[in-house]
């Protein structure tokens, strides 16, 4: 399974992070400790985090457009609404 996953931000709540990966609970521990396979900014900058949301995909490919949509303009205002 793949999972897109949505992250807020402990310290600042207005913050989130979208992500994808096959192991969740890892992932956030590698947030948490301000490493990543990005070595994304903003996932070490606004850290601690908590999980929001994730949601599962069996389709690798599924969970990157859906990641990638969640990116998105359209994609932010439907997380908000929804999530």
Same mark, same amino acid.
């Given at each position: 399974m793949h999972y897109v996953y949505i992250l807020q931000s402990l310290t600042y709540p /207005? *913050? &989130?992070?979208? +992500?994808?990966?096959? /192991?969740?609970? @890892?992932r956030l521990r590698r947030h948490n400790a301000g490493r990543s396979e990005s070595q994304s900014r &903003?996932?070490?900058?606004? +850290?601690?985090? *908590?999980?929001? $949301?994730? $949601?599962?995909? @069996?389709d690798k490919a599924k969970a990157f457009a859906f990641e990638k949509y969640l990116k998105s303009g359209s994609g932010r205002a439907f997380a908000k609404r929804h999530f």
């Open positions: /207005d *913050k &989130h992070y979208v +992500g994808c990966t096959n /192991d969740v609970d @890892e &903003h996932s070490s900058m606004f +850290g601690p985090w *908590k999980l929001v $949301i994730q $949601i599962a995909f @069996e």
